[in-house]
């Protein structure tokens, strides 16, 4: 008898997570939909086909709770859980020193971690690197320079609600768009994310060591869903491009697209995999290769990766 609960249930990741909940109905007896958000106290939702209300997080609803998943975490909401519960961490708005950071497939069984029964499933950008720079490890890479592309549903529904609404409005040759959200037009554009990415660099770093030394920029895009990648590793010795292919094809969920196709976000939409073309040499810069990668930032990048933690830390009991 497994209880799990849903914390900030009610956005596009949360969904995501439900519905993959709902087909590991294995791991759970009962999951329980709770909010920090009084505003959000009586939503109705549903888990597995059956209608579920959104309760407030406090010590009654959270009784007896094995593992709670929190989404957008901060730490001032960490729920208090009785002694033994876990807590899993999503996509964090700050900094979890004392959580365990987990790409799962990358890291080793969470339960053989830290025991403080805090689990951290990092932003997508980082879940996105790991899975592309962790296994060329073993070829002695010395530098990354990496842009990742944001869609826009990494704002969640609000953020697809300012597009549409800005194509609306260009369509329409209507100078009432909607800015709320990036500050600026985003339909049919592109902007650069202003921070210094220090806590995505930082969470880089305990995942992969001190090498390779990572430069990282982030921009945000008009796209409605998945990550793109374009990827520069420069390598102590020269591995060639067939030993880069093979040690990414190695990697569980990476598919490499065969030679010539070059995808897109919108490929890479609803799909498990880490799509990755284009692994070619740099002729200026020997012992350097290029690759592009795209990512589904609401499955790969967000909730399977959660849900692989939970099947992970579940499995010796369930």
Not at 124 to 146: D, G, M, T, Y
Not at 301 to 307: D, F, H, K, L, R
Request: hydrophobic content about 45%.
């Amino acid at each position: 008898m497994t209880i799990l609960a849903i914390i900030n249930p009610q956005s596009l990741l949360g969904d995501e997570i439900k519905q993959q909940l709902s087909r590991r109905k294995a791991l759970w007896s009962e999951v329980r939909l709770l909010t920090t958000d009084p505003e959000q106290i009586g939503a109705v939702s549903d888990i597995a086909g059956a209608a579920a209300l959104v309760q407030g997080c406090d010590a009654e609803t959270l009784r007896s709770v094995d593992l709670a998943i929190l989404l957008h975490g901060d730490p001032e909401q960490a729920p208090t859980l009785a002694a033994g519960s876990v807590l899993v961490v999503v996509d964090p708005t700050s900094d979890w020193p004392k959580g365990s950071l987990t790409v799962a497939g990358i890291d080793s069984d969470p339960t053989e971690q830290q025991s403080d029964r805090v689990f951290v499933s990092p932003s997508p950008a980082v879940i996105l690197l790991a899975h592309l720079l962790r296994p060329l490890r073993q070829l002695r890479p010395s530098r990354a320079v990496a842009q990742v592309l944001l869609p826009v549903s990494i704002h969640d529904q609000v953020g697809l609600d300012e597009l549409f609404g800005q194509i609306r409005s260009i369509v329409a040759m209507r100078d009432d768009k909607p800015t709320e959200v990036f500050g600026k037009q985003i339909a049919f554009n592109l902007l650069p994310v202003l921070a210094d990415h220090s806590t995505d660099l930082d969470q880089l770093k305990r995942i992969l060591g001190p090498e390779p030394a990572v430069a990282l920029q982030i921009v945000q895009t008009g796209v409605f869903h998945s990550l793109a990648c374009n990827l520069f590793v420069t390598f102590e010795e020269d591995p060639g491009s067939e030993q880069v292919r093979e040690c990414l094809a190695a990697q569980p969920w990476i598919e490499m697209v065969a030679e010539g196709d070059l995808p897109g976000p919108a490929d890479a939409a609803a799909r498990e995999e880490i799509l990755v073309a284009d692994v070619r040499p740099s002729p200026a810069h020997p012992g350097s290769y290029q690759l592009w990668a795209v990512m589904d930032n609401l499955t790969r990048g967000g909730a399977s990766n959660v849900i692989e933690i939970v099947e992970n830390l579940l499995a010796p009991t369930s």
